[in-house]
């Protein structure tokens, strides 16, 4: 069965960086991009962007210049750093399957805190 | 971008009663809309696809419905499980765009 599996919960001060990780398996990984959606306590879903297997990105606007999306197709594993964390950066980071975001990952919580 | 308008943002109803949430797009997305149902610390979980279909495996209570910019997501008979915050979200276009989400608690 298709499954998202993400990297654990990281605390992280303000100004610097977080790499959180997904991997993919009970699927072909080359033939699908994977994106990435954030949730901030208590609001709601922003998608932050995507990577293509063959790491080609599209980034939200928001995010453009601070996050960095890239795959390893050797391990089916994307992952998704982003830089610079300020307190408004905490919140519960998923990466979800194609187009369409079938599939999601279990969630990882990033904790920005001085 | 497009704006996904959702509502209610929150309803209280009873075992068996019938539910409906609307989600309104700022623009056409023909039928590219899936509806999520989150439960308090998991993922999204995709009930219903290309605005009406049904995801391998959720009840059939769950049904969906329309096109261009206006979609309604129906829980034809609430069930204690179906207690949770229910999403739509659109892929049309990118970026993608989520519903702001409708908690549906117990009356």
């Known amino acids: 069965q298709v499954q998202l599996m993400q990297s654990g919960a990281e605390v992280k001060k303000p100004g610097a960086s977080v790499k959180v990780s997904c991997k993919a398996s009970?699927?072909?990984?080359?033939?699908?991009?994977v994106n990435w959606v954030r949730q901030a306590p208590g609001q709601g879903l922003e998608w932050m962007g995507m990577v293509k297997p063959t790491g080609l990105t599209d980034y939200a606007q928001n995010f453009q210049g601070r996050v960095t999306m890239t795959t390893d197709t050797s391990t089916s594993t994307v992952y998704m750093e982003l830089s610079t964390l300020r307190s408004e950066d905490t919140a519960m980071y998923y990466c979800?399957?194609?187009?369409?975001?079938?599939?999601w990952g279990q969630g990882t919580l990033v904790i920005v805190s001085s | 971008d497009i704006q996904m308008t959702q509502s209610p943002s929150s309803l209280s109803a009873s075992v068996g009663d019938r539910v409906t949430i609307t989600c309104r797009a700022s623009q056409g997305i023909r039928n590219d809309l899936g509806w999520y149902q989150q439960k308090p610390g998991k993922a999204p979980k995709r009930l219903i696809y290309?605005?009406?279909s049904l995801q391998s495996g959720v009840p059939s209570r769950f049904s969906g419905s329309g096109s261009g910019t206006e979609f309604t997501l129906t829980i034809s008979s609430l069930q204690p499980e179906d207690f949770a915050t229910y999403f739509c979200?659109?892929?049309?276009?990118?970026?993608?765009?989520f519903g702001q989400g409708t908690k549906v608690e117990i009356k």
């Open positions: 290309a605005a009406f």
């Open positions: 009970g699927y072909t990984f080359s033939n699908y991009y």
């Open positions: 979200l659109q892929y049309n276009s990118y970026p993608r765009t």
């Open positions: 979800a399957r194609d187009g369409w975001l079938d599939y």
